[in-house]
């Protein structure tokens, strides 16, 4: 139950804000630099930003980490997400990292 969450989670945090990303792009002429522009429109949006981009940090490094120490190279699938966002990187990583658990749990 909880892996399906968080497949639903990682699929709708690639989808929205990649709409979202799109429509700017395409109705700015493809201006990435306009767009981190935005990102310092002001201190609210500038601290959200920050904070996104160093979750984002964290997140790439447990990825990273927890990949070694287990051994378990698919967890890296994570990482293309985490570039997408945040949203769609942190609940394919939990998917990816539930699978373990879920195939413990099973009783032959």
Known sequence: MIRSVYLILAIVGAIWPMYHF???????????????????????????AIDLMIA????????????????????LIAIPGLMIGVSCGLPLFLFLRSRQSAAANRVP
Do not use: C, H, N
């Open 56 to 75: 984002g940090v964290t997140l790439l490094f447990w990825i990273v980490v927890e990949t070694v120490r287990e051994k378990d190279p698919v967890r």
């Open 22 to 48: 799109l429509t700017y792009l395409t109705g700015e002429g493809a201006s990435l630099s306009g767009m981190l522009g935005q990102w310092t429109t002001g201190p609210a949006v500038t601290g959200m």
